[in-house]
């Protein structure tokens, strides 16, 4: 089997995104892999905007972990690859890698989860539980076989 290739955007590192060394700030790495995250729902015809206008449910991060590996600089052209690990019936853990050609910068375990307007968890809506699924048994499917 082919690797499976996780969603992938591309980004460019400007002066806003630095500190006064031209340095990425650590905090902006969260930023771009909100947008990572953002572009696979995006892809996966999940559009968070309607999602909230019509049902009122939205996505929150409830967990993030982040390895700060190297620095990214500015004018850097860097990529985040977006791979969906877990998909529960209110949450999808992700895994995400910042990376500058194929040198790795950072890497994030992040759970999102569901939540109504009231802040409280909800379940994923059905078509989006099963487009998360599918594009997350891709990967499980990969990994179990490189085993």
Not at 6 to 35: C, M, Q, S
Request: aromatic letters at 6%.
């Amino acid at each position: 089997m082919a690797d499976i290739a996780p969603h992938r955007l591309a980004l460019r590192v400007y002066w806003e995104d630095t500190d006064a060394a031209g340095i990425v700030y650590y905090a902006n790495y969260l930023k771009f892999a909100e947008r990572g995250r953002t572009e696979l729902l995006r892809t996966l015809g999940i559009d968070q905007g309607r999602l909230r206008a019509e049902s009122g449910l939205s996505f929150a991060v409830r967990r993030c972990v982040c390895d700060y590996l190297r620095p990214a600089r500015l004018d850097d052209a860097i990529e985040v690859a977006t791979e969906a690990t877990d998909v529960g019936g209110a949450t999808c853990r992700m895994r995400q890698r910042i990376l500058r050609r194929d040198e790795l910068l950072a890497e994030l375990d992040v759970t999102v989860a569901c939540v109504a307007a009231s802040g409280r968890p909800s379940r994923l809506p059905p078509p989006i539980r099963h487009a998360l699924a599918a594009f997350a048994s891709q990967f499980s499917a990969a990994n179990a076989e490189r085993r």
